[in-house]
């Protein structure tokens, strides 16, 4: 075991997942196979570590020899386009809320180094990527992830993008669509591969370890999958 996070909740009682050090490193290398950062680049991370976003934004870079810039709260939206500006940033992690509140209140010029932003966590809203197309120049990428996939699941990038889907799934991640009662078109997303948890701990059973059934995890999202591999999510089971 490499972390311990304990998921949000929203499921019923927070469960902790533990991740090892093959599942992180196995997520770094899914994600810099298909997208283009590189050692000359300059990350720009203000989410918590706490929380699995936060976390991989600071694992994945750190661990490709990139170089990292962090700064303790998303929610200071007047500091951070300044200090974006101020370390040359050129690429930045964060949810839609955090990014159309930085668009919002930032100088056109402060996102000057910025190649691109990825977003998480949130469907990203039309309005908020034309924000910052029109006023930075900026694209704004979308992805799809949990804390029991190490972090990223699927992901647009610059050569495979496709506005309102969470772009593909990553490399080495198996994936089945378990037919749902009443959803004619998808079904529930299952999903096996190296960067997938060693398994839940929780709160009835405290400290025992529970892998995932065979080694597929269990999202609880309703998706669909295109006919060239794109995810758009369509909900939650529970």
């Known amino acids: 075991p490499a972390a311990v996070l304990f998921t949000s909740g929203s499921e019923g009682t927070p469960k902790a997942v533990v991740l090892s050090h093959r599942n992180l490193q196995a997520n770094k290398a899914q994600i810099l196979s298909v997208i283009a950062i590189n050692t000359q680049d300059r990350i720009f991370n203000c989410l918590p570590m706490f929380h699995s976003f936060g976390l991989g934004a600071m ?18 939206y007047r500091i951070i386009p300044e200090l974006s500006y101020d370390t040359m940033t050129t690429v930045i992690f964060g949810t839609d809320t955090f990014l159309s509140a930085y668009g919002r209140v930032a100088h056109p010029y402060d996102f000057f180094s910025i190649r691109f932003a990825v977003v998480g966590a949130e469907k990203l809203k039309d309005t908020t990527a034309e924000l910052w197309a029109n006023k930075f120049g900026v694209r704004i990428f979308e992805g799809y992830g949990a804390t029991e996939a190490s972090l990223v699941i699927s ?34 997303l299952e999903l096996k591969g190296d960067n997938i948890m060693l398994g ?24 669909e999958i295109d006919g060239n591999d794109f995810i758009s999510i369509k909900g939650r089971v529970k």
């Open 59 to 76: 694992i994945i870079p750190v661990l490709a020899g990139i170089r990292t810039f962090f700064y303790p709260s998303p929610l200071h």
């Open 155 to 188: 992901l647009n990038t610059p050569m495979y993008c496709k506005r309102g889907t969470v772009g593909r799934i990553l490399p080495g991640l198996q994936h089945r669509l378990e037919p749902v009662p009443g959803i004619e078109q998808g079904g529930k």
């Open 200 to 223: 839940y701990m929780r709160h009835d059973r405290p400290g025992v370890l529970q892998p995932p059934p065979d080694g597929w995890y269990d999202t609880g999202d309703i998706v």
